[in-house]
C-alpha cells in the first residue's frame, strides 16, 4: 500500500513539472515571437522568416504563432494554414496561458500577451502547442518510472517479508523449545533468543517451573494422604482378620472396608490425574512398563496354571506419567488373570497417531449389554469374587485424563474379554 501511495505521489509530482515545462516552453517561444514582432510591425509577413522553427512551416504540425494587428488584420505561421487561433476572452497585462481549441479541433495550449510598441502600434501576440505533445511526454515518463516503482515494490514486499519472517523467527522457534521442554524438563535458554524476547523466555521459565511445582506438590500430597490412610486402612483389616479368626462375622465390614479402600485409590488417582494430565511433562515408555507387569504377572498366573502371552514393539513412548500407565495396565490384567480359564494376552503396538494395547482372555467374557454396568464407578458383574468393582472406573478415569480412550469388548481370538487402550502420542 505505501509503494503504492508513493508511486501515485510522485507520478503526481512529475506530471506537474512536466506540465511546468511545457508551460515555460511556450512562454519561451511567446518571447521569443514578441522580439521578432519588435523589428517587424512594419513588415508582419517578414515574421514567418525570423520564426525559422520547422514546425511552423508543416501544416497542422502541433506549434503555431499568431499576430493581430489593433485594425483586426492577423498575420499566422505557415503551420495553421488557413486556420486561427482563438484568443482569451479575458486580457491581461500579463501573458495569458489557457487551453483552447486549433485547427480540426485539435486541444491546444496557448499563451497570449496584448503589447503596445514604441512606434504606437498594438499587437495581440500568440503561441500555441498541442497538448498531445504534453501527453505524449506525460506517457514516456510514466512508462520509464513503472518498471523502476515495479522493482521497488518488490523489494519492498520481500523486505517486509524478510522482516516479519526475522521478527516471527524467534517466537516460532520459543514455541516449538516450550512445547519440548516439557518432555525434557529443561530450561529455555535467554541468550539463545534476541535481546527483545529474552525477557519473556525469562517468564516462560518461571512459568513453566511453577507449574511443575504444582504438579510435583499436588502428586506428592496425593502420595502422603494416601501413605497416610493406608497405615488406619491396614490396622481396621488386621483387627477384621482377628475378629474373623475367632468367629465373628466380618463379611459386611470386611466388603465395607475394601470400598473404601477402593474409592480412596480411585479418587486419589483422579486427583494424581488430573493434575499432571495437561502439566506434565513426564514421558513413559510403555514397552518397559509391559514388561515389568508382565513379570509380575506371569508369576501371579503360574501359580494358578495359567499362561500370559506379552507382546510388545519396543520404544513405545507415550506421554503420561508411568505410575498412572502401570495402574491402569495392572488393573486390567489382574482382572484378566482373575477372571480367565488358562489363558490371557497383551499386545501392545505402535500406530501413526497413537499406541494401541489390548489385553485379551479366555473366559467367559461380559455380554454386550453389560459392558456399561462393568465400566461403572462400583458395578459388579459377579459378586461370588471378592472385589469392589472399582478397578475398570479407576482406569478408566486415569485414560480420560490423558485424553485417551477405553473400549471392552469380546476377544476375537480367545472367545473371552478384550480390553482396548488407545494413548494419542504428542511430539
Not at 530450561?187 to 525469562?202: F, I, M, Q, R, S
Not at 512459568?207 to 497405615?231: C, E, F, M, P
Not at 488373570?337 to 494376552?345: P, T
Amino acid at each position: 500500500m505505501s509503494v503504492a501511495v508513493g508511486t501515485l505521489a510522485v507520478f503526481s509530482f512529475i506530471d506537474a513539472r512536466i506540465s511546468n515545462r511545457f508551460d515555460a516552453t511556450l512562454r519561451d517561444r511567446h518571447t521569443q515571437l514578441v522580439v521578432g514582432l519588435s523589428v517587424t510591425t512594419q513588415e508582419p509577413d517578414a515574421l514567418r522568416d525570423l520564426m525559422f522553427d520547422p514546425a511552423y512551416s508543416a501544416p497542422y504540425s502541433g506549434r503555431y504563432w499568431q499576430v493581430t494587428t489593433g485594425n483586426g488584420e492577423v498575420y499566422t505561421s505557415a503551420s495553421l494554414f488557413d486556420e486561427t487561433i482563438a484568443e482569451p476572452p479575458d486580457i491581461s497585462e500579463d501573458t495569458t496561458l489557457w487551453n483552447t481549441a486549433g485547427p480540426e479541433g485539435e486541444a491546444l495550449r496557448s499563451a497570449y500577451q496584448k503589447i503596445s510598441f514604441e512606434d504606437g502600434t498594438v499587437w495581440g501576440i500568440s503561441v500555441a502547442e498541442s497538448q498531445a505533445q504534453l501527453v505524449n511526454e506525460r506517457r514516456a515518463a510514466q512508462r520509464s518510472l513503472l518498471p523502476v516503482f515495479g522493482l521497488v515494490g518488490l523489494i519492498g514486499v520481500a523486505s517486509s517479508l524478510m522482516l516479519m519472517s526475522a521478527i516471527l523467527g524467534p517466537l516460532r522457534k520459543l514455541r516449538a523449545d516450550v512445547a519440548h521442554r516439557w518432555d525434557t524438563d529443561d530450561n529455555l535458554t535467554p541468550t539463545d533468543y534476541p535481546d527483545e524476547v529474552a525477557p519473556l523466555v525469562d517468564d516462560l521459565n518461571q512459568l513453566l517451573h511453577r507449574n511443575r511445582d504444582i504438579v510435583s506438590g499436588s502428586r506428592r500430597q496425593a502420595a502422603d494422604l494416601a501413605h497416610a490412610l493406608k497405615t488406619p486402612a491396614t490396622i481396621l483389616r488386621n483387627e477384621l482378620q482377628a475378629m474373623s479368626q475367632s468367629g465373628v462375622d466380618t463379611d459386611i465390614a470386611d466388603e465395607a472396608l475394601d470400598r473404601i479402600d477402593s474409592q480412596l485409590g480411585r479418587s486419589l488417582a483422579r486427583i494424581r490425574a488430573l493434575n499432571t494430565a495437561e502439566l506434565t511433562h513426564s514421558r513413559t515408555d510403555v514397552s518397559h512398563s509391559v514388561e515389568r507387569l508382565a513379570r509380575l504377572f506371569t508369576t501371579i498366573a503360574e501359580r494358578e496354571d495359567k499362561i500370559l502371552e506379552v507382546k510388545s514393539d519396543p520404544e513405545l513412548w507415550v506421554r503420561m506419567d508411568t505410575q498412572d500407565i502401570e495402574e491402569v495396565l495392572g488393573n486390567l490384567l489382574d482382572n484378566a488373570v482373575k477372571w480367565c480359564r488358562g489363558k490371557v494376552r497383551l499386545t501392545a503396538k505402535r500406530h501413526k497417531d497413537c499406541v494401541e494395547i489390548c489385553i485379551e482372555d479366555d473366559g467367559p467374557g461380559i455380554p454386550e449389554d453389560a459392558i456399561r454396568e462393568a465400566l461403572r464407578s462400583g458395578g459388579r458383574l459377579d459378586t461370588s469374587v471378592r472385589g469392589s468393582g472399582l478397578g475398570l472406573a479407576i482406569a478408566v478415569d486415569l485414560l480420560n485424563a490423558y485424553g485417551a480412550h477405553f473400549d471392552l469388548g469380546k476377544s476375537a481370538a480367545l472367545g473371552g474379554l478384550s480390553g482396548r487402550v488407545v494413548i494419542p502420542t504428542k511430539s
